[in-house]
């Protein structure tokens, strides 16, 4: 079965494939199928508000059910930021290098024990008939004080898990504790149910 992804995001489209296909569900992007899904302006409140426009604005355009994830880092010290915001958190959208500068100035000269911080992965699922299933994965950590590895995407270089960077992870490691692996669990268990 033929589930449409809300992004052009090929590392998320990846981690997805990964953890679905063994319920036989093929995730492809609409470009895979030459096709175009219109932006949303993601202006929720909650990563869940955020995937769920996007999950049904794909589901509308495409006629075939819909997954989309928002996802996130909260910073204890910075009050939860940047949250929704962490794509464009330096002003761009989704520009790595210049949200993880910002990211380490905003927390120059914090110690380790208030440089906690987790992340957030919101999915909402949407089927043409209305159905919708939305669940929510986070994993605990802490922000480091430089980057450290090339793997993963965001701000995976400076996110602290067990002692080393989720940038060191493998993509098979990270999928165990992440949060988006954690709430793709959640969403195949529930997916289980009704397919």
Excluded: W
């Amino acid at each position: 079965m033929d589930f449409i992804l809300a992004t052009n995001n090929m590392k998320k489209l990846a981690e997805m494939q990964r953890i679905l296909s063994p319920l036989g569900i093929n995730v492809v992007t609409a470009k895979m199928l030459g096709a175009e899904i219109p932006e949303v302006e993601e202006n929720g409140e909650t990563f869940e508000e955020n995937a769920r426009t996007k999950a049904y604005s794909a589901c509308r355009s495409m006629n075939m059910p819909a997954i989309a994830d928002d996802s996130g880092i909260c910073v204890d010290y910075l009050g939860g930021a940047p949250g929704v915001y962490s794509a464009r958190f330096s002003g761009g959208h989704g520009n790595d290098e210049a949200n993880n500068d910002l990211l380490l100035e905003k927390l120059n000269g914090v110690p380790e024990e208030k440089r906690t911080a987790y992340y957030v992965c919101a999915i909402c699922c949407v089927f043409p008939n209305g159905e919708e299933i939305t669940v929510r994965g986070e994993c605990h950590g802490h922000i480091g004080f430089e980057r450290d590895g090339n793997g993963g995407f965001g701000y995976d270089p400076l996110f602290i898990i067990n002692g080393r960077s989720f940038g060191r992870y493998t993509a098979e490691e990270k999928d165990e504790i992440s949060h988006r692996g954690k709430a793709l669990r959640l969403l195949a268990k529930e997916l289980e149910k009704r397919i």
